[in-house]
């Protein structure tokens, strides 16, 4: 079957703590991965994607990293969260021609 | 770039009625999801739309290619319905790479008993 497997569901970090999520897809090879955040009263909006291994590409500046060290592994990072980094971040994927599967979301609060 | 805009934001309904959410996008599009996010919970796939209708139990998803539109329908909604519902687009191109979805802002839905 074609799955995302993303966690944690929810998460609660002190300021200034690190961060890793992890995002690993099922039933495809070579998919196009990508993370969104949802800020709260917002649309999720596009963080980081990425077309193969080690390719990763940066929508809007932050305080994020991304990796991505195998072909089904997609890992959000940060070395110290601020309060603004909370919010619900969405692992997805695709490939041309496909449709899209999400991942179910992480609820990040740092406080 | 895509804009997808979603109405109406806020929608407070009762139990049994017919609730109909809509979703306009800028550009066209290769296909068009739903997508349910409940309180504190994780995102349910709904539909994927390329075109036409699509049916699934009380939940309808009809898009406009022409119009470049799409509504999401719920019949005889019930207070279980109450959560989030977002629609985004998604491109692809022929020539590969990545342009991801766009998404709405969401549709808050609330179904009182």
């Known amino acids: 079957s074609q799955t995302i497997h993303q966690w944690p569901a929810t998460l609660v970090q002190p300021v200034g703590s690190p961060l890793s999520l992890e995002c690993t897809v099922e039933g495809t090879s070579n998919p196009n991965l990508y993370w969104y955040r949802q800020a709260a009263g917002r649309g999720l909006q596009l963080l980081f994607y990425s077309v193969g291994i080690g390719q990763i590409s940066s929508e809007v500046p932050q305080n994020l990293s991304a990796s991505r060290p195998q072909d089904r592994q997609f890992i959000l990072s940060s070395k110290k969260l601020l309060l603004s980094d909370s919010g619900f971040y969405l692992c997805?994927?695709?490939?041309?021609?496909?449709?899209?599967?999400f991942g179910q979301g992480t609820r990040l609060t740092v406080v | 770039k895509n804009e997808v805009e979603q109405s109406p934001q806020n929608l407070t309904a009762q139990e049994g009625e017919f609730i109909t959410i809509n979703c306009s996008y800028s550009?066209?599009?290769?296909?068009l999801h739903w997508l349910q996010q409940h309180p504190g919970g994780g995102i349910v796939s709904l539909f994927m739309?390329?075109?036409g209708k699509k049916k699934h139990g009380r939940l309808i998803a009809t898009i406009n290619i022409q119009e470049k539109h799409s509504s999401l329908h719920i019949t005889a909604s019930h207070p279980r319905d109450s959560a989030v519902y977002i629609c985004?687009?998604?491109?692809?191109?022929?020539?590969?790479?990545?342009?991801?979805?766009?998404f709405g802002k969401g549709t808050h839905l609330i179904i009182q008993p």
């Open positions: 985004a687009a998604q491109v692809w191109h022929s020539g590969g790479g990545a342009d991801g979805l766009t």
């Open positions: 997805a994927r695709d490939r041309v021609g496909t449709e899209a599967f």
């Open positions: 550009v066209g599009i290769s296909a």
């Open positions: 739309l390329s075109s």
